[in-house]
């Protein structure tokens, strides 16, 4: 069996040269002697390899100094109680937009800390669309605001950073981190599990501005602490060594493939096609408002529901894999991160031309 192209949410498609350069690596990291799974976290050569992977995100990025990089364990869905935990500072309310499954998520874990007042919400259009910023509710005495800036299950994506005032922005990007280039300055905290455009799974990368760490509540567990975090170099316990490790492989990929600006221009590509073949055939339809269709992750839908699960199948056999939506949305959904190429979803297209073909 060879490589298919893997269409998964996530965990998802990894870049074949960072798979074979671990492959190379995977017995005896350099001159080392042992696999970088077997080595101290402590030790000299994992600490070069764990300073090099912050140092390599905060250039592609362009995060600022005072920004910590915290490289933690319990993925976005952790952040969702961390969050609240570390940046309340006080006070009794904080404001979330729902656009979608994974901010609805990450509303419900907050509702155990805080008030949450709701800015908006675009659950009355089936989230298809997010609520015009006009008619978002802020309340200035929360303590931050929070968004989704990619909704993976529901393919609606944020094209602007909104502007909240004096709120502290806080953000799950872990869906679209690294697709595309963002001030980071103008964020209090951004967040992103790995698994979906940074590496396999087991980090959730933390880029919190500095004055608002220091006072999580007293109950917060050290691990979701960001303080004890940042003073420790994210390793107040045993860091997934090898996640950390191929998050830096991942990098390395990005940069020398020219950068965000450089992905950026190839996911405009890659999604515009797709968007187009399923726009102008009337087999297919995805439901999004084209104001604010995910780059990343493109869900659609075919005329005749009997016909998706003989769709899911024939791309399968046809080598085109992890094409169903998600279970609690159904029809199908298309993610193309950036470690899918532009031969990816080229093959993709003809598959969907040829498959409307035979069953149209
Ligand atoms: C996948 C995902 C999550 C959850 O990530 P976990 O690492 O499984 O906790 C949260 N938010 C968004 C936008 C996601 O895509």
Redesign the pocket.
Known sequence: MSRVYNFS??PSALPEAVLRKAGEEIAEWRASGMSVMEMSHRGKDFVGIAEKTEADLRELMAIPANYKVLFLQ???????AGIPMNLLRGKASACYLDTGI?SG??IDEAKHYCQVELAASGKAQSYTVIPPRAEWKLDPAAAYFHY??????NGVEFQDIPEVGDLPLVC????NILSRAIDVSKFGLIYA?T??NMGP?GI?VVIVRDDLIGQAAPQTPGVLDYKKQADNGSMLNTPPTYTWYLLGLVLEWLKAEGGIAALEQRNIRKSAKLYGAIDESPFYSNPVDPSCRSRMNIPFRLANADLEKPFASEAKAAGLANLEGHRSVGGMRVSIYNAMPESGVDALIDFMADFAKRHG
């Open positions: 949410a996530g319990g993925g976005a869905t952790g952040q969702f994974w998520k990450a989704t800036a990619n909704e993976t299950i799950d990007m872990s869906s599990g698994q979906k799974a959730v």
